[in-house]
């Protein structure tokens, strides 16, 4: 069974960290890119990150570059997004999802159940 499962939120105060794991199985994680998402009240799905699979290509939306941090462990199967320097506007319901392919594009077709990040002010 192709499954992703988010882990690693919880409530923060601004200015702190935070360390999110997406653990895959059912599939060879270094065979798809992987990317995070987040959700947020009232808000549409926002792509924060991704890592191409093989050759580890990032991508980071502009809204969290400089602070956020994809990783993957391919003999984990998981893939980390390290968020530092957190802000209230990052509290949402994060969300990792398995791309077509080893390339970081839009279109997935698995997603995960998402793990709620609340930074404080």
């Known amino acids: 069974e192709v499954q992703l499962v988010e882990s690693g939120g919880g409530l923060v105060q601004a200015g702190g960290s935070l360390r999110l794991s997406c653990a895959a199985s059912?599939?060879?994680?270094?065979?798809?890119?992987i990317g995070w998402f987040r959700q947020a009240p009232g808000k549409e799905r926002e792509r924060v990150s991704c890592?191409?699979?093989?050759?580890?290509?990032?991508y980071y939306a502009d809204s969290v570059k400089g602070r956020f941090t994809i990783s993957s462990d391919n003999a984990k199967n998981t893939v980390y997004l390290q968020m530092n320097s957190l802000k209230p506007e990052d509290t949402a319901v994060y969300y990792c999802?398995?791309?077509?392919?080893?390339?970081?594009?839009?279109?997935?077709?698995?997603w995960g159940k998402g793990t709620l990040v609340t930074v404080s002010s």
């Open positions: 999802a398995r791309s077509l392919g080893r390339l970081c594009i839009s279109g997935v077709d698995t």
């Open positions: 059912g599939f060879r994680s270094d065979d798809y890119a």
């Open positions: 890592i191409s699979g093989r050759y580890g290509v990032t």
